[in-house]
């Protein structure tokens, strides 16, 4: 009796310990991707940005968005404590008007590029890109109610 709990009390404990780690990777994985799912603002890279956005890199002299929506692009830095304080509220805006509007986040830290293409100097920045017509900017954290007036007269007018 006592040589069959040696063979398979490590076989129990390699179960245990494979079905355990699998099982937490799974609810990481879940959790990531309920994550993302709750989030409505679209961070952006340069790649995506010219894709989806516009393409700077090869067409530098003239504005031609390529989205199907309005756009709002917010550029940040995690280290802007303004910039912290504008995140919450674009989210709201950004479920609020799914389906109408695109936001994007713009890391100025990893996407230099965009934000040079751009004369980003200040943040947040945020730049307001209405369908046919040229973007108009704004600097600063705008409060709700503001965001709101410019998607309504601009944007979705």
């Known amino acids: 009796m006592m040589k069959i709990l040696k063979m398979i009390f490590p076989l129990i404990l390699?179960?245990?310990a494979v079905t355990s780690c699998g099982s937490r990777a799974t609810d990481n994985k879940?959790?990531?991707?309920?994550?993302?799912q709750k989030r409505a603002v679209i961070t952006i890279t340069t790649d995506e940005f010219v894709k989806k956005v516009?393409?700077?890199?090869?067409?530098?002299?003239?504005?031609?968005?390529?989205?199907?929506?309005?756009?709002?692009?917010?550029?940040?830095?995690?280290?802007c404590v303004y910039c912290k304080k504008l995140s919450p509220v674009l989210?709201?805006?950004a479920k609020e008007y799914?389906?109408?509007?695109?936001?994007?986040?713009?890391?100025?830290?990893?996407?230099?590029?965009?934000?040079?293409?751009?004369?980003i100097r200040a943040l947040p920045t945020l730049l307001f890109?209405?369908?046919?017509?040229?973007?108009?900017?704004?600097?600063?954290?705008?409060?709700?109610?503001?965001?709101?007036?410019?998607i309504d007269s601009l944007l979705l007018k």
């Open 54 to 79: 516009a393409d700077f890199k090869s067409n530098s002299q003239e504005w031609k968005y390529l989205g199907d929506k309005p756009a709002i692009l917010d550029f940040y830095a995690d280290w």
């Open 98 to 119: 799914q389906g109408k509007i695109y936001i994007y986040k713009i890391d100025t830290e990893k996407e230099r590029e965009i934000a040079a293409a751009f004369g």
């Open 91 to 93: 989210e709201e805006l």
């Open 14 to 16: 390699t179960v245990v």
């Open 30 to 36: 879940n959790k990531q991707s309920d994550d993302s």
């Open 129 to 150: 890109i209405p369908m046919n017509q040229d973007p108009q900017i704004a600097q600063g954290a705008v409060p709700k109610d503001e965001l709101k007036k410019i």
